[in-house]
Structures are given as structure tokens and as C-alpha cells.
T-cell receptor
Framework: GGIITQTPKFLIGQEGQKLTLKCQQN?????MYWYRQDSGKGLRLIYY???????QKGDLSEGYDASREKKSSFSLTVTSAQKNEMAVFLC?????????????FGPGTRLLVL | GDSVTQKQGQVTLSEDDFLFINCTYS??????LFWYVQYPGQGPQLLLK?????NKGISRGFEATYDKGTTSFHLQKASVQESDSAVYFC??????????????FGIGTLLSVKP
């Protein structure tokens, strides 16, 4: 088995601030994802990466940057936090072969912007 | 493009009640469909995966099937317990994504089970 670790667990920022969220996985998976979860809207894909140094935009990439410098880690940056923004950011990873479709999720980072 | 619709935002049941949650999907390829469950304070985790129409996926007392004719797939459990209280998401693999395994999620159904 493996695990996905997300840091920090809670993140409180100020309007206009640049904020970075980190994700580590030890599944040795090739593909990693960042999702945003808002109440009543499900999970929306921000960025994904199919290998080290690869980045692909999802449906919600505006206002975010991402970085995949190592196979095991994937970072997400909120480039300018919006006032009163509140959401959960979820990191996930998936492998190749028979388990390619199954995504494994971390516990999330909860963001609050004051 | 591919899409998933999950209309039931919240379901409240009593212990031992029957659970049925439905989603509809739209895709031009053969779908692979998932149910994920998210417990409070945790990330979603895979509950069931169904790759063939009318074949059941079974896990932890839950069953899932999909119907190509009505483009719907559902999750059911004969007798829910308080510990089943969670958010349930349906999801579809987007085969046109460059990675081949991008998931499209429904909005989620919050299940509350009263003791």
C-alpha cells in the first residue's frame, strides 16, 4: 500500500497573498492531480501531471500554478488569494496498467482567506 | 465532451433503510464508471468500479451497476448503518483526456443515517 500526504492541513491567508500547497505520494505513481472541492460543486480538476516536469491544465487552472519537480511530489500555488475564499484542495495520484483509472486521494488542505 | 449528472444533493435515512443513489452520464465511448466515498475530514476513496454494463460491482455491502440504454448508473445498499454516513460521488473516466484517466465527478450526495 501507499499514502498521500498533503501539507499544510489548514491554510489561512490574506487577500492577494501567494499560497503554496504541497503533496507527496509513495505509491510510485506516474500521474498526479490537484482538485478543488467546494460545497455543492463536487471535485473540479485544476492541474494534473503525467510524469516528472509535465503539467496539464484542468478545467479550473486560472489563478493557479503547479510544479512537478519529482515523481513523488506535486505542488500547487494559488497566485493571488481571493477574499472570503474557502475550499478544500485535494491531491490524488494514479498508476499505469490495470489500476490506471483508480485515483488515490490525500486528506486535503483546507484553505480560508480572510 | 463527457459529463456526469448527480442530482441528489442530500439523502437522510434511518438505520436498516434501503439506499439508492443515481447518476446519469454522457460519453461517446464505452464508459468506466466509479463510486467514491468521502468520510468527514478525509479525501475520497474508491468504493466501486464498473466497466461492463449490467454487471454488478460489489464492495462492503454496496452494489453498483450501469445501464447503457438509459445512460444511468446507480449505487445501492440493502441496509444502511450509521457508519455509512458520508458523501458519495459518482465519476466517469474522460477517455479524451491526454492522460487517458482524467475523472469527471458528480456533485456528490451527502448521506446521513440516523440511529
Amino acid at each position: 500500500g501507499g499514502i498521500i500526504t498533503q501539507t499544510p492541513k489548514f491554510l489561512i491567508g490574506q487577500e492577494g497573498q501567494k499560497l503554496t500547497l504541497k503533496c507527496q505520494q509513495n505509491f510510485n505513481h506516474d500521474t498526479m492531480y490537484w482538485y478543488r472541492q467546494d460545497s455543492g460543486k463536487g471535485l473540479r480538476l485544476i492541474y494534473y501531471s503525467i510524469t516528472e516536469n509535465d503539467l496539464q491544465k484542468g478545467d479550473l487552472s486560472e489563478g493557479y500554478d503547479a510544479s512537478r519537480e519529482k515523481k513523488s511530489s506535486f505542488s500547487l500555488t494559488v497566485t493571488s488569494a481571493q477574499k472570503n475564499e474557502m475550499a478544500v484542495f485535494l491531491c490524488a495520484s494514479s498508476g499505469t496498467g490495470g489500476g490506471q483509472d483508480t485515483q488515490y486521494f490525500g486528506p486535503g488542505t483546507r484553505l480560508l482567506v480572510l | 465532451g463527457d459529463s456526469v449528472t448527480q442530482k441528489q444533493g442530500q439523502v437522510t435515512l434511518s438505520e436498516d433503510d434501503f439506499l439508492f443513489i443515481n447518476c446519469t452520464y454522457s460519453t461517446t465511448t464505452y464508459p468506466t464508471l466509479f463510486w467514491y466515498v468521502q468520510y468527514p475530514g478525509q479525501g475520497p476513496q474508491l468504493l466501486l468500479k464498473v466497466t461492463t454494463a449490467n454487471n454488478k460491482g460489489i464492495s462492503r455491502g454496496f452494489e453498483a451497476t450501469y445501464d447503457k440504454g438509459t445512460t444511468s448508473f446507480h449505487l445501492q445498499k440493502a441496509s444502511v448503518q450509521e457508519s455509512d454516513s458520508a458523501v458519495y460521488f459518482c465519476a466517469l473516466v474522460d477517455r479524451y483526456g491526454s492522460s487517458g484517466n482524467k475523472l469527471i465527478f458528480g456533485i456528490g450526495t451527502l448521506l446521513s443515517v440516523k440511529p
